[in-house]
């Protein structure tokens, strides 16, 4: 099947309009490949390496051709390749096989970057422009970390009781990224299940789900994490693990895949995959408690690819957002459009992430909203960075944020 | 090809506009058809009429094939390269030129979208009816080379019926420019009906100006479901005997609305053996009465459900799944190979149970869905096209589907056009004479055969069997 429906849908068609870039080209050469039709050209790997892997076309594919695995499994075939060349690029293997691969490391990139952020050392070295010196790229990439917050526990707020009890244990994973850049979020995503009346486990350790290794080709890694987690979450006893971080949610999902040759996981990976939830498809399943006080404002949604192309979660963001008395919810043109993040492509491939997320900054702009609402940290970051970039008035919040300030407000 | 003569194209078009990688040559090879592909030489990107020109003079005086491509989601290999071809790609020309609101009409660039040409002319309140299933990516340039149709054709008609004029690259290099704004022009021959359909053969497009109509008020989409083919039949024929003519009138069979129903999870009811799929559109009072009429007519025949659209958004979704059939069949076997047989609306019903037989004969798995109301219908073949005796018998299937079509009145491609998919059935279809009219006139207009050759008319007649060495020049995808 060849129809070309995906073309449509597919960020990199539409900025060439040229077939090798689009879904159905790929799957062509990927083809061409693994029949040794082709070998592992740089026309090939650029092309694959140009995907962003935002899954709009496995969405859009009438016939279900799981674009996903295969071009996952080229990317992998690639990275090894390059490896073995010794062509892997070093912003790559600094941010995979350093940063990401202990949460530690992260940590401590987090606590440098809030030394030198509050130490006005970023706007002075911004200002200055001296990384230009080094590359334009690093300037420019400079500018899209958004403000390091203070590390605080996560607590539970015994001043907040919950409006009603429910007999439901839910574990939390903080996550990397989110954990350092978006505290609040995850204080957000404790405060409303608290509030909603769920028995929370909060990990003392943090574990990382793995996602960034597995997508990057470091699959042992991302098994070990997996284990790791299973273990842990299994020996809590909770009833489901709850998500606020759309790319670590959906990765987690595929743990009985990730784990299905592993003798001793495979089958408690399946099991463990069937609770994790989104916090917005939790909430949805279950009920969530409408707050009565209002916020006023444009509120638009944009949808995080992890969400709504691998889970399938759309309506029920949006059903958490309009919920909220006062809003005024706007569609946002091309909300399932990827906003150019895409795990660390905004990194790896700067200059095309950034022709992604200008298209997606027009759109908000049109949309007239003053609060973009999205539940990925990837995303927020992004989107952050291109409000600032293009010049575009809006704040960006997680779902789960804004549903909090809504409850604030009632104590 | 020559790397000199290669070298002489990059520098027409320069060297960011044209290609020539393997990875480029492998997917420019294919279009939406199944089971067909060949390797261009080259690919080209041309950016205005003179480079064309260029181009096909060229190819006129060193003899190499030419063949146009838009989105490449065509349905009959019509801009599957050819041997010893390259490629003109004419996705980039996507400019809306004009919109001419005194005299509804626009002038177009052949890459623009079908969809957006909608979206844009929808704004002004305005209207461009034909719709074929690919609109979201298909271009005007490749529904005008291929007459498309869509599911509006049963009102409004397909493309042929708003194409004012066309600026066009003849095949030896003319740029030449035919129609206009003037609703009645006689001046001449109608070139530009001669055009619309020629898949690619006699001319590429550079300019479309289209026509345009007021945008209907309103519209009501229904769907009845049924237990019997027949029975579904019996109600297209019924409310086209009241005079109600709908926008739309699709049909689904069994087979179809399950695999519809496995991508877009709607809630069509999988045990249905008939669907249709039914729009009016036009003034509320009008579209009001007229639906109401249509969901008695359903309901005396003996529907089993019949269900409204509450509202645009759910009609949107039910004709968006609609459009999906075709791909969403690909769920079921490995390889779908659609066929685009048509016969006069009246005999549909009866065209249906010809193929349910013939597929039984050949023990075959066979999904029928398309237009009802145009009796324009897509028989699907869901087969594994390594099983070689199971093609085998898909081809002797079909073959008798064409019979038992052309029996009946019909023809051999309804919107898709002959191309390379079609063309040995083209000598049952017309009669010799006839066909030797349409050979003299490509002989007229490209008398070294250059643009997009081998399509539509086969070299030698058919023979039973393996083809003759020169035509099985595409190799099995």
Not at chain 1, 304 to 323: D, F, N
Not at chain 2, 188 to 212: A, P, Q
Request: charged share 25%.
């Amino acid at each position: 099947m060849h129809c070309g429906l995906c073309l449509p849908v597919c960020p990199t068609y539409a900025l060439t309009g040229l077939e090798k870039n689009s879904p159905r080209g790929r799957i062509r050469m990927i083809r061409a490949v693994a029949d040794g039709e082709l070998s592992l050209t740089g026309n090939f790997k650029e092309s694959i390496n140009f995907c962003l892997n935002c899954q709009a076309c496995v969405t859009a594919c009438p016939a279900g051709v799981q674009y996903g695995q295969l071009v996952e499994a080229a990317q992998l075939h690639i990275e090894a390749d390059n490896r073995a060349k010794g062509k892997s690029s070093w912003i790559k293997r600094f941010s995979l096989d350093w940063v990401f691969s202990d949460l530690k490391r992260l940590r401590f990139i987090g606590k440098l970057m809030r030394g030198y952020q509050r130490a006005g050392l970023e706007s002075f070295i911004q200002r200055v422009g001296i990384l230009k010196l080094f590359s334009i790229k690093l300037h420019e990439l400079s500018y899209m970390a958004p403000p390091v917050p203070a590390r605080r526990s996560l607590h539970i707020n015994k001043q907040r009781a919950p409006f009603t009890k429910k007999d439901i244990r839910v574990g939390l994973l903080p996550g990397c990224v989110q954990d350092v850049f978006f505290r609040d979020v995850n204080q957000d995503t404790v405060d409303v299940l608290n509030l909603n009346g769920y028995d929370l486990f909060i990990p003392e350790k943090d574990y990382c789900c793995g996602s960034v290794h597995g997508h990057n080709g470091n699959l042992d890694m991302a098994r070990q994490l997996a284990r790791k987690s299973i273990d842990v979450y299994d020996a809590a006893g909770v009833d489901y693990v709850v998500m606020n971080s759309a790319g670590c949610g959906a990765y987690m999902k595929e743990y009985g895949h990730l784990l299905a040759d592993d003798p001793i996981y495979a089958e408690r990976a399946v099991k463990f995959a069937s609770r994790v939830k989104d916090i917005s498809e939790i909430l949805a399943e279950q009920g969530w408690i409408a707050p009565t006080k209002s916020i006023t404002g444009k509120v638009t949604y944009h949808e995080p690819c992890h969400l709504v192309h691998t889970q399938k979660i759309s309506h029920q963001p949006r059903e958490l957002i309009a919920g909220i008395p006062g809003i005024t919810f706007v569609e946002l043109p091309e909300a399932t459009w990827c906003c150019g993040s895409a795990g660390i492509y905004n990194i790896t491939r700067f200059e095309d992430a950034m022709q992604v997320l200008e298209r997606k900054m027009n759109n908000i702009r049109n949309s007239g909203a003053e609060y973009v609402v999205t539940g990925n940290p990837g995303c927020m970051i992004q989107l952050m960075f291109g409000a600032k970039k293009y010049e575009v008035p809006v704040q960006i919040l997680h779902p789960v944020s804004l549903l909090n300030q809504a409850y604030r407000q009632e104590v | 090809m020559h790397h000199q003569l290669l070298n002489q194209l990059r520098s027409i078009v320069g060297k960011e506009n044209f290609l020539d990688s393997e990875e480029d040559k492998l997917v420019y090879a294919y279009d939406g058809t199944p089971l067909i592909q060949h390797k261009p030489e080259a690919i080209l990107l041309p950016r205005n009429a003179e480079e064309i020109s260029h181009i096909l003079k060229l190819a006129n005086a060193e003899h190499f094939n030419v063949v146009p491509r838009g989105s490449g989601t065509g349905l009959s290999g019509g801009s599957v390269p050819v041997e010893n071809s390259i490629v003109i790609l004419m996705n980039r020309w996507n400019k809306l030129i004009e919109i001419d609101r005194d005299n509804l009409t626009a002038w177009v660039e052949p890459g623009v979208v079908t969809a957006s040409l909608h979206a844009e002319v929808e704004k002004l309140g305005l209207f461009y009816p034909p719709d074929p299933g690919s609109q979201n990516i298909c271009t005007i340039g490749g529904n005008v080379a291929e007459n498309a149709g869509g599911l509006r054709g049963l009102k409004y008609g397909v493309t042929k019926n708003y194409i004012m004029g066309i600026e066009m690259v003849m095949p030896d290099g003319e740029i030449v420019r035919n129609g206009g704004k003037n609703v009645k022009d006689v001046a001449g021959y109608n070139l530009r009906d001669l055009i619309v359909g020629s898949e690619g053969t006699l001319g590429i497009f550079t300019k479309v100006l289209v026509k345009l109509i007021p945008r209907p008020e309103t519209s009501k989409t229904l769907l009845a479901f049924f237990n019997h083919i027949s029975a579904a039949a019996q109600t297209v024929s019924d409310i086209i005997a009241s005079h109600i003519i709908p926008c739309t009138v699709e049909f689904l069979d069994n087979t179809t609305i399950r695999s519809v129903e496995a991508y877009s999870h709607i809630g069509l009811p999988v045990t249905a053996q008939a669907l249709l799929l039914l729009e009016v559109d036009g003034y509320e009072e009008v579209v009001k009465r007229d639906a109401e009429k249509i969901h008695a007519i359903c309901v005396r025949n003996g529907a089993s459900g019949v269900k409204i659209a509450a509202d645009q958004a759910e009609a949107i979704s039910l004709k968006e799944a609609r459009r999906t059939a075709f791909s969403a069949l690909a769920r079921v076997k490995p390889t779908t190979i659609l066929e685009d047989a048509t016969v006069p609306r009246s005999n549909l019903a009866i065209l249906v149970e010809k193929i349910d037989a013939i597929a039984r004969k050949y023990n075959l798995s066979i999904g029928n869905f398309g237009h009802a109301g145009d009796g324009n219908l897509h028989p699907t073949c869901l087969t594994d096209e390594r099983d070689q005796d199971e093609i085998h018998r898909v081809e002797k299937a079909f073959d008798e589907i064409y019979d038992e079509t052309l029996k009946l009145g019909g023809t051999i491609t309804g919107e898709h056009g002959v191309g390379l998919a079609k063309r040995q059935f083209l000598e049952k279809m017309i009669e010799v004479p006839a066909l030797e009219v349409m050979r003299k006139i490509k002989r007229a207009l490209d008398p070294n055969n250059i643009l997009n050759p081998g399509k539509i008319f086969t070299h030698a007649p058919k023979c039973e069997g393996k083809l003759p060495a020169n035509l099985d020049e595409q190799a099995i995808l």
